[in-house]
């Protein structure tokens, strides 16, 4: 089912099967996880360990650079519950910027990168209940930032996928070891804009 938000200058689909319940809302898009999803591939047992089956709503940006930057409020119950920005170039090779659940019990802003199997890295903890997270392309690259309040912006990352193959870009929600959680995504801002520095807070 394709879906448009007032956001965004191109249409979403459903990239696999769709969340068990969701909705465009009057300030973006709410969505639950269905039990037992992610999307993620383990490299010291790739073929014992690679989830493909969280729901992924997708679609094509526009050509030359963006930026991509959402609000993400979970309301989390079990470890690795998120909500997520992603990047897709292929079936495994993609990127996820998430807020999720930590085995110790907190909000942690989280990146994955994977090209076959995952490179997974935390970036810090986050002691309240919501987080803004952006995208952003950069020519050939991305660079992956969050932020308390949407004003300014921590560095988490910066690669290239190496393809030349058209990256899609758009919203995850997963539960790999719950029954589901709630996302809301808002405050939903698309930028037809370069990001000029990574670690100035812009």
């Known amino acids: 089912m394709t879906v448009t938000l007032p956001s965004l200058p191109f249409a979403l689909d459903w990239d696999g099967d769709e969340p ?3 909705s465009v809302t009057d300030t973006g898009l709410e969505a639950t996880a269905a039990a037992e999803t ?14 493909a089956n969280g729901a992924r709503l997708l679609g094509t940006p526009p050509e030359g650079d963006w930026q991509l930057s959402v609000r993400v409020v979970v309301d989390f119950d079990a470890t ?34 994977t090209r076959g199997t995952s490179d997974d890295a935390n970036h810090r903890v986050v002691d309240h209940g919501q987080v803004f ?5 950069i020519a050939a690259g991305f660079a992956l930032h969050a932020s308390d309040l ?21 919203f995850g929600v997963q539960s790999p070891t719950g029954e589901g959680c709630k996302v809301a995504f808002d405050r939903i801002e698309f930028k037809p804009e370069t990001l000029r520095e990574l670690r100035d807070g812009s």
């Open 80 to 113: 690795y519950d998120a909500g997520t920005l992603f990047l897709v170039a292929g079936d495994d090779h993609w990127a996820k910027l998430a807020f999720e659940y930590s085995p110790d019990g907190e909000g942690m802003v989280v990146s994955v990168i």
């Open 20 to 22: 068990p319940s969701w």
């Open 133 to 137: 997270l952006r995208i952003s392309r």
């Open 38 to 51: 992610d999307w993620y591939v383990y490299a010291p047992e790739p073929e014992g360990n690679s989830p």
């Open 150 to 170: 949407g004003e300014r912006w921590e560095f988490v990352r910066c690669f290239g996928f190496g393809t030349d193959t058209p990256v899609k870009v758009g």
